[in-house]
């Protein structure tokens, strides 16, 4: 009869194969962005990026494995400002929790700002986030503690400029896009409003805006 082997130690080597590039590729994708190199994070991991395509067979199976675990705590978070009692401090909450997710991680703002191209996992991601981010703005304007002319948009830009500054300042300073978001929450209020000048842009002048960068590599 032949030998048939264990297959336990090949699963092993699978698994820790696994860990070791998602470990790797959570480091490049924060650092990088969704486009940084994935024969370097095969590299980084010790492995062939043959292995890489075995486990992973296009980069956004890899990216969506990586994001994944944060999308879920970020849900959960917005989840939890949305039980918050006071209208402006879930309003307050759901910019930090966004705000804080994507500053240093360079993935996240890529995935926030719709910077490459997604499938169902992401859209749906996506959509459970910015239903969440309405029915907290829809409450807290129905309260009136936040201006009625403030639309997803402009939370979408905030997310989006500060991304930028926390990019910008994340060696020299990497707090400081606080400042920035603090400044703006006080723009949101509703009490002592100025005019705003230009109208509000919808989600998808605005996404095609945003999703002007490099070229997706799949």
Known sequence: ????????PARRDARRNRERLLECARRAFAEQGAQAALDGIAREAGLVVGTLYRHFPARLDL?????EPK????IEEIEAALGLEDPWHAFRSLLEVLCTAQAGDRAFADFLARRFPGDDR?????S???ALAQRVLGRAQAAGVVRPD???ADLFLLLWASSTVAEATRHAAPSLWRRHVHLALDGFRAPDRLDLGEPAWDAERLCHAIATGPSWQP
């Open 1 to 8: 009869m032949p030998a048939t082997g264990n297959p336990l």
């Open 63 to 67: 990216l969506c494995a990586v994001l």
């Open 71 to 74: 999308l879920r705590h970020v």
């Open 122 to 126: 992401t859209e749906t991601a996506h």
């Open 128 to 130: 459970e986030i910015c």
């Open 150 to 152: 403030v639309t997803g």
